[in-house]
């Protein structure tokens, strides 16, 4: 059984930084990809970057530039650097791990508010 449990999220002023971490356990090979989605409260779940077993990486127009995903494959860990965060970066923020033998895995996220 994969699980898949975030951290890293909490409350800052705009312009301010924070890394999101995944840490993933359990019985994992063959990935697919890894990536960050979020939620904002009354809207749909949306990709924000995502990043191949081979390292290509993938990201939301909105968060180009300022967020930056990466890997860890010894820690089997994922993580979002974020950047120059805005109010409308606020949202839960899901990990998820796409596996070739048993598809789709998520955490159960992690609040990110961004607010003065």
């Known amino acids: 059984q994969v699980q898949l449990v975030e951290s890293g999220g909490g409350l800052v002023q705009p312009g301010e930084s924070l890394r999101l971490s995944c840490a993933a356990s359990g019985i994992i090979f063959s990935i697919n990809f890894m990536g960050w989605y979020r939620q904002a409260p009354g809207k749909q779940r949306e990709l924000v970057a995502t990043?191949?077993?081979?390292?290509?990486?993938n990201y939301a127009n909105s968060v180009k530039g300022r967020f930056t995903i990466s890997r860890d494959s010894a820690k089997n860990a994922l993580y979002l650097q974020m950047n120059s965060l805005k109010p409308e970066d606020t949202a839960v923020y899901y990990c998820r791990a796409n596996l070739r033998s048993s598809g789709d895995y998520w955490g159960q996220g992690t609040q990110v508010t961004v607010s003065s």
């Open positions: 990043i191949t077993n081979g390292g290509i990486t």
